[in-house]
């Protein structure tokens, strides 16, 4: 099996890779990149058996539902403001790892949720964003989280400092079935874009030998539309090179 973890800017800067191999028992990061355009990143999708995306698929319903009545001229909804804000995964996130992601509809990730939804996925992509075909969506924090890392403080040239301490911990934690070269560990330490996009890439196998979090039945409905972070089990890193794939499928959408 191959996964594909991509953390996903507004733009090509910013937007890093990582690709893993699985086999054996054993996780090999093949490759990480940075700076991809759109191209690039339907072409490793393209060769990969799952991909784990770091952004929002969707914007919340009654989100939607709100700005269409606006944009009619009709009155503003009676909304609860965290209705608009947060998607029903958002919420669930929340509930599980007392993390807010950030708000497609009111933060700057929505600019970033543009982009990836104006990638030309695959039909079945667009008919189903819960994560049951190769794409899913990801959230590196809540991932660190459930698997017993601090996620907080590891960003941009601030946090290099807490992101060498992390990546070490992160990497003694997965010896010895996780191999990567100096140069990609050293992509990590220098750059959490990659260290992201590994994560996501670790999450994007979690999904596929499904052991993360079941989306509730009442939800599936909107995270159909909204989208569905990939939540791994608490303490299931360990679990990720011994689970066997030899179940695994992409559902095809009727």
């Known amino acids: 099996?191959?996964?594909?973890?991509i953390d996903l800017a507004?733009?090509?800067?910013?937007?890093?890779?990582?690709?893993?191999?699985?086999?054996?028992?054993?996780?090999?990061?093949?490759?990480?990149a940075c700076d991809l355009d759109d191209a690039t990143i339907l072409e490793l999708i393209h060769g990969v058996d799952k991909a784990g995306i770091d952004v929002p698929l969707g914007w919340p319903v009654d989100f939607v539902y709100a700005i269409s009545e606006h944009h009619a001229l009709k009155r503003w909804p009676k909304k609860e403001r965290l209705e608009l804000r947060y998607r029903e995964t958002d919420l669930f996130i929340h509930d599980?790892?007392?993390?807010?992601?950030?708000?497609?509809?009111?933060d700057r990730i929505g600019v970033t949720a543009m982009r990836a939804a104006a990638l030309s996925f695959s039909e079945a992509e667009r008919r189903d964003r819960s994560g049951i075909g190769k794409i899913?969506?990801?959230?590196?924090?809540?991932?660190?989280?459930?698997?017993?890392?601090?996620?907080?403080?590891?960003?941009?040239?601030?946090?290099?400092?807490?992101?060498?301490?992390?990546?070490?911990?992160?990497?003694?934690?997965?010896?010895?079935?996780?191999?990567?070269?100096?140069?990609?560990?050293?992509?990590?330490?220098?750059?959490?874009?990659?260290?992201?996009?590994?994560?996501?890439?670790?999450?994007a196998r979690?999904?596929?030998?499904?052991?993360?979090?079941?989306?509730?039945?009442?939800?599936?409905?909107?995270?159909?539309?909204?989208g569905w972070i990939a939540l791994p089990k608490v303490g299931s890193l360990r679990e990720l090179a011994v689970v066997s794939?030899?179940?695994?499928?992409?559902?095809?959408?009727?």
């Open 136 to 203: 899913v969506e990801v959230y590196p924090a809540a991932a660190l989280r459930q698997w017993g890392f601090d996620s907080r403080g590891y960003k941009d040239i601030k946090g290099r400092e807490t992101r060498l301490k992390l990546v070490e911990s992160f990497l003694q934690q997965t010896k010895p079935w996780l191999c990567l070269s100096a140069d990609q560990r050293s992509a990590c330490e220098e750059c959490d874009d990659v260290f992201d996009a590994l994560i996501a890439s670790l999450v």
């Open 96 to 106: 599980k790892t007392g993390l807010w992601p950030l708000s497609v509809s009111t």
């Open 245 to 254: 794939d030899a179940d695994f499928s992409v559902l095809p959408l009727a």
């Open 10 to 32: 507004a733009q090509p800067e910013n937007t890093a890779a990582c690709l893993i191999h699985w086999q054996g028992g054993s996780a090999e990061v093949s490759k990480v």
């Open 1 to 5: 099996m191959d996964t594909l973890g």
């Open 206 to 226: 979690a999904r596929a030998v499904k052991i993360t979090e079941p989306i509730p039945p009442r939800f599936m409905q909107q995270a159909r539309v909204e």
